[in-house]
């Protein structure tokens, strides 16, 4: 498995932190001679503060509880959020522009739950994926009109449906080249959370705006078992995507 670049999204700049970010991300491990950078985030609330930048809030993100009673629904998408996922879309941009064939990216609160098999490539060979998530919730118990994780014949992945959590994934030329070309447009002036959007172009997302906002045109698969945890989440009041932050 040949990686052209490994982004870390961080908007903690600091020389020790990034230090760490690097230890860290070597422990996964990654194949020898991967290049690894830490890459400036975007904070959210600049667009509080800031005007002409080309990026708009989707007003249509929160639903009344007596529509759908669901809590991530039923408020804004936070700054922090925003900032999360135009992070990962200037990151799609970089790679792009510089023609990169496979890239992986990781959010700065990563850490390995167990060693990365890299070996576990060798069995998709002749499977036409775009996107791996190396971890991922699946959420199709949350909902009746979305299937569980596919069965596609492998022994090590499934092709996911909707899901939270887009701290670890990969992505080919194909996916970048579909991901700018063809939705950061309307990303861009739409803006939603970042698992919110990459479910809807990978599979069906609950929600009929979102599905005729996106069209589902990504070829994506994930680990059965989570190589990459996280060290933040809303519920531990430490998340950086919370309302309070």
Partial sequence: MQIDQVYIISIDLREEYIEELLDRAKGLPFPEGTPIKVFEGFVGKRLQ???????KLYDGWALSPEVIEYGFWNRPT?????GGMISHTKIWEDAYEKGYKTIMILEDDFISMEPIDWN?????????WEMALLAHNSLHDNFHNISTPIRIGLNHWVKPTFFYNTHSYILRRSALEKLVEQHLPILKQNII?????????????PRSDIREMFISNINAIATKKNFVGQTRWESLGNSLTSPDA
């Fill in 120 to 128: 576990i490539f060798d069995e998709t060979q002749g499977y036409e």
């Fill in 78 to 82: 936070t700054w922090g959020e925003a």
């Fill in 193 to 205: 959370v970042s698992d919110e959007f990459l479910s809807a172009v990978i599979a069906s997302h």
């Fill in 49 to 55: 503060t800031e005007e002409n930048l080309p990026y």
